[in-house]
């Protein structure tokens, strides 16, 4: 049973219509300032942490679920953080239609959907597809972080790097080591407290490793709006 969707009012969020009349994503912000990208935000207990850290950066917090992007906006909204907008959205649409080459400073993406079953591996996000996908939209020297619950997701993401040659691993993380002044998501939280671990990837885009031609949405490309019940 799929819910309904709730309409979302925050100023924080960016309704359809002024995505599609946004040349690009920094035309979402009032100010022209850096751009990093969370995909998958939830609801948002990350964001409001980081873009309370970074008030030099525009963030943009993206999710398919429309009650998770509520919830972030009025996180924010309490907040009074100024330099987040909210976006439902698929990743690689919002890529797509509105990414622009080398626009990103930094895109997080903590605990993504695992799809822990071996025959559903093939729809994990990040995958070596995506992750030479993002090379277009990240700036030389812009950086990915990656946190997983799911060890064999972080080894599988791990060992591609070889056959990613834009991408440089900026410190190979322990366990449950975050990179300097990471926030805690709300999964993280979940797994950290019950001893679980988290791991870590953080990779930073090469100088010189250009990616002219913008990535094309495959054939067969369907934008998934989440499970069901979670709408
Ligand atoms: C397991 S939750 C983690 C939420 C949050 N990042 C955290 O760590 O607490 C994964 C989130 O990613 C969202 N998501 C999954 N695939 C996505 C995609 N392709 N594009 C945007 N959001 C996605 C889901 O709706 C869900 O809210």
Redesign the pocket.
Known sequence: MTQRVIPIESPRFVQPAEFAAAANLADLFPDNRPLAL??????G??MVQLAARHPAINFLA????NQ?CLKTCRRLDAAGLANVRVMR????Q?LVEGGGRQSLEAVY??????WPKKRHRGRR?LNAAFLQMLLYFLKPQGELFF?TDFSDYAEGVAELLPDLPGYANLEPLPVNVAPADYPV??????FLDRDEPIHFLHWRRRDGVDVLEPPEVRQGFRI?W?RAG?D
Not at 38 to 43: H, L, T, V
Not at 109 to 114: L, T, V
């Open positions: 969370e995909i998958g935000c939830g609801i207990d990350f993206i999710d398919i679920y998770g959205i698929e990743a690689r919002l993406i903590n605990c993504p959907d695992p996000l946190a998501s709300k999964y993280m939280r979940r998934r989440g979670n």
